[in-house]
């Protein structure tokens, strides 16, 4: 048998290993054709025993980010959220919240009646040369919009509590005090690093000086996540999210927070996994084409977990993907158009799209049409093969990742068997139609003994951060 073949043959079973569907996707692809496309994805094909070795790494490093002395150097940064309480249900009022890590900026008014939350919500959009200009004139864009928004719904006048979703890596000093660690996602504002970004967030709303406001609590959109499906399920004790960027947090006993004072209780750590592997752990798994991404993103050598993993680099490595096959001939009779050989032009909902039982091909013709590339339907077809293999991949390492946290939380209670609750958030999550399938099938392999159940966060994380504030409200007065 040529070495091909057996690749083939591990391929398929590979395959036939992500879900029932998936060899499926082999299908009208032909076979000799079907051999030299897999030299180039078996890299992202990722074995339970290799996940399992992931997930070991990671416990490692999560261990290292929670240590006293080993913090400063870990890669997963474990950061202490200051975040003790949960919402105990007596909390009314209205608050106030603002949500920004992506590329929209969302402002929310929520009103809590009765156990009743009413919320209202606007979106406003971050301009791309805000999202790297001075960090003054961000701080600046966000007070304007809040103005606004307080204006629209007749609230300038009164001073409301505030809950800021912030969702970057920041060393929380206080619930109102959080100093930026650095930009990811695009962002990458001058001035901001290393700066209190509640400071910030007041003195552009003094400049202005229209409006006040009340307590701010600042909370990374993990911890929204986990504070607003808390609501619903008291055992959410995890909050992961797998949109433009990947994060969890996860509710650590206190005396495992060696960096805060004091032993008894829990204590909600924001795990910025997104950073696992920026120490070289992860070299073993990353292809030629996560090398790609990394080295022509705005941010190289960090986030490298997160760049295998959410929206904003899915669709950039299937592109990558895409223009390597077609140079061999694999593709598109070999030939690319300029719009395939440009940077972000395959958006990572073309993936959900794509990925669709029933109107994917059909979908992904049009896509490749729009993308100016002379295809046939195998050409489709695989396309659709890389979306279905780089997905998948996304899915089984968060599977690894939130198994990891769920085994950690067994073993800290010294618990035979965990029954847990995860909020989950984010588009990658919610749009793909068989992501969340293979996360919760693999997360069950690999954590055997918890029994993790999945909450979709209904309200983004906005409504969790307005909670905060009115927790850290109660707890001011
Ligand atoms: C990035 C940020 C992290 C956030 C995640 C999801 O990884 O560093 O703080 O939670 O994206 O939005």
Known sequence: MSNAETNSESFVEMARMNDDTATLRLDGIPADTLSKVQKYLENFQLSLEKLQIISARLRKDMIRGLGKHTHHSASVKMLPTFVRATPDGTEKGDFLALDLGGTNFRVLHVRVVEEEQKVLKMDYTIPQKIMVGPGEQLFDHIAACLSKFLDLENLKGQTLPLGFTFSFPCEQKEI??????????????????????????????????????GTVAMVNDTVGTMMSCGYKDQSCEIGMIIGTGTNACYMEEMKNVTRVEGEDGRMCINTEWGGFGDDGSLKDILTEFDEVVDKTSINPGVHTFEKMISGMYLGEIVRLVLVRLTEDKLLFKGKASAALLTQGTFETKFISEIEEEDTGLETAKKILTELDLDWDSVDARVVRLVCDTVSSRS?????????????????????????????????????????????????????????VTFILSEDVSGKGAAMMAAVAQRLAL
């Open 176 to 213: 109102d005090k959080s100093i930026l660690i650095r930009w990811t996602k695009g962002f990458d504002c001058s001035g901001v690093e290393g700066q209190d970004v509640v400071r910030l967030l007041k003195e552009a709303i003094r400049r202005r000086g229209d409006y006040e406001i």
């Open 395 to 451: 899915a089984r390492l968060c599977a690894a990742a939130l198994a990891t946290i769920a085994n950690h939380i067994r073993v800290n209670r010294g618990l035979d068997h965990l029954e847990t609750t995860v909020g989950v958030d984010g588009a990658v999550y919610r749009k793909h139609p068989n992501f969340s399938d293979e996360l919760q099938a693999m997360t069950r392999l690999l954590a055997p003994k918890c029994d």
